[in-house]
């Protein structure tokens, strides 16, 4: 399994940034991808992913913000960032899990940094 991150980096406040993950070995698997974020001195926490039914489930600090899709002809998950706060920055990772659990594989973080 292996899950590539990119499209981090600077934005001011307000504005949006748009992050892809990219994974491979996971077609016909139960395990889904989403995106996680640890904020500089904090644990790692959930940002958007995908439940069992294949419903998004969002973070309470991002919900109404950020979207969360999937392409799998592309085999890639999008996180659509909106309104972007300074309280937003953090590295981003993308993680696959089987739902409802913490992942088991990770990509490489992405640095997300929002100026005020």
């Known amino acids: 399994v292996q899950l590539q991150a990119s499209g981090g980096g600077l934005v001011q406040a307000g504005g949006s940034l748009r992050l892809s993950c990219s994974f491979s070995?996971?077609?016909?698997?139960?395990?889904?991808v989403g995106w996680y974020r640890q904020p500089p001195g904090k644990e790692r926490e959930l940002v958007a992913t995908?439940?069992?039914?294949?419903?998004?489930n969002y973070g309470d600090s991002v919900k109404g913000r950020f979207t969360i899709s999937r392409d799998n002809a592309k085999k890639s998950v999008i996180l659509q960032m909106n309104v972007l706060i300074p309280e937003d920055t953090a590295v981003y990772y993308c993680g696959a899990a089987l739902p409802g659990f913490t992942p088991q594989y990770w990509g490489q973080g992405t640095q997300v940094t929002v100026s005020s």
């Open positions: 995908f439940a069992r039914d294949g419903s998004a």
């Open positions: 070995g996971l077609m016909f698997s139960p395990y889904v």
